[in-house]
């Protein structure tokens, strides 16, 4: 347990922004599996879901919720699917 009030209050502070990175990486992986799908499918907006799952996986990374070659890799992997 933390011994300090600071401590204490980081710990809440800490619990609020893992929270926060939780649903920000959750919806990263949400916009990726809908553009997953729709390519499955052959749905005919791929190209709407391909640029909102891009701008997820940027926004991810400049969080710095995921590394910068993660991203790198998996827009790479994006486009790959798309074509």
């Known amino acids: 347990m933390a011994n300090t009030k600071s401590a204490i209050k980081r710990i809440a502070t ?3 922004q893992t929270e926060a990175n939780r649903v920000h990486v959750a919806s990263m992986r949400t916009a ?5 799908d729709a390519v499955a499918n052959g749905a005919d ?4 879901l391909y640029t909102t799952a891009v701008q997820a996986v940027d ?3 400049q969080r710095g919720l995921i590394h910068k070659n993660k991203a790198a890799r ?6 790959r699917l798309v074509k």
């Open 74 to 79: 998996t827009k790479s992997q994006l486009a």
């Open 14 to 16: 800490t619990r609020r």
């Open 45 to 48: 907006n791929v190209e709407e």
């Open 59 to 61: 926004r991810t990374a």
């Open 32 to 36: 990726i599996k809908h553009l997953e």
